[in-house]
């Protein structure tokens, strides 16, 4: 079993950047493919980023594409999710999760372990 936390969040003005980073415990992360979601207050929980085991494929809802890098340092156990040009549609508490092997999905209901989440906030 892997425990995930979350940390890096904070408030941002708009157009800011911030990033996010996942630590993994109790089991190496680089049998995971990892996943970024969100969740914002009276919204369903979304996808916003994912990477393989490798780290070789990724994949980004079209809402975070070209602003949202997801990455991963296997040595370090940590995932990162770097946010730039945040705009206040970005506020929201941001999870990472992990599912057994390289396929990485789009819907929360295949990933099997999940961080507490860190807020984000961004300001106009």
């Known amino acids: 079993q892997v425990q995930l936390v979350e940390s890096g969040g904070g408030l941002v003005q708009a157009g800011g950047s911030l990033r996010l980073s996942c630590a993994a415990s109790?089991?190496?992360?680089?049998?995971?493919?990892m996943g970024w979601f969100r969740q914002a207050p009276g919204k369903e929980r979304e996808f916003a980023a994912a990477?393989?085991?490798?780290?070789?494929?990724?994949d980004y809802a079209d809402s975070v594409k070209g602003r949202f890098t997801i990455s991963r340092d296997n040595a370090k156990n940590t995932v990162y999710l770097q946010m730039n040009s945040l705009k206040p549609e970005d506020t929201a508490v941001y999870y990472c999760?992990?599912?057994?092997?390289?396929?990485?999905?789009?819907?929360?209901?295949?990933?099997?372990?999940w961080g507490r989440g860190t807020q984000v906030t961004v300001s106009s």
């Open positions: 999760a992990a599912r057994p092997g390289d396929a990485y999905y789009r819907r929360s209901v295949y990933y099997d372990y």
């Open positions: 109790g089991r190496t992360l680089s049998s995971y493919a």
């Open positions: 990477i393989s085991r490798s780290g070789n494929s990724l």
